[in-house]
Nanobody, 119 residues
Framework: QLQACGGGLVQAGGSLRLACAAS????????MGWYRQAAGRQRELVAA???????NYADSVKGRFAISRDNAKNTFYLQMNSLKPEDTAVYYC???????????????WGRGTQVTVSS
């Protein structure tokens, strides 16, 4: 199960921190990612972090957003600073979970959390 939280309403220039926690008898988690979908648009990758810690970001958020993870808690975060109205969207978390060693991973999506940035 994935539980995402931290969305809300913020003024332009403000900050929010999203969190996503995976629960269950997880062996490990490979990639963790945050996606977003604005009204009338396709879902897009915002940021991703691999098990080793390497990250990648959408060009539109580079320098403003930071993704991090806590492997011990199977939790990852998205710190969003200098928010803009165009960041308004539903944000979804996504993980690749390995339930047992040597097994392939399964992909899961969180329900989504609304982020609204007012101008």
């Amino acid at each position: 199960q994935l539980q995402a939280c931290g969305g809300g309403l913020v003024q332009a220039g403000g900050s929010l921190r999203l969190a996503c926690a995976a629960s269950g008898s997880i062996f490990n988690i490979n990639d963790m990612g945050w996606y977003r979908q604005a009204a009338g648009r396709q879902r897009e990758l915002v940021a991703a972090i691999r098990q080793g810690g390497s990250t990648n970001y959408a060009d539109s958020v580079k320098g403003r957003f930071a993704i991090s993870r806590d492997n011990a808690k199977n939790t990852f975060y998205l710190q969003m600073n200098s928010l803009k109205p165009e960041d308004t969207a539903v944000y979804y978390c996504n993980v690749e979970v390995r339930w047992q060693p040597g097994f392939s991973t399964s992909t899961y999506w969180g329900r989504g959390t609304q982020v609204t940035v007012s101008s």
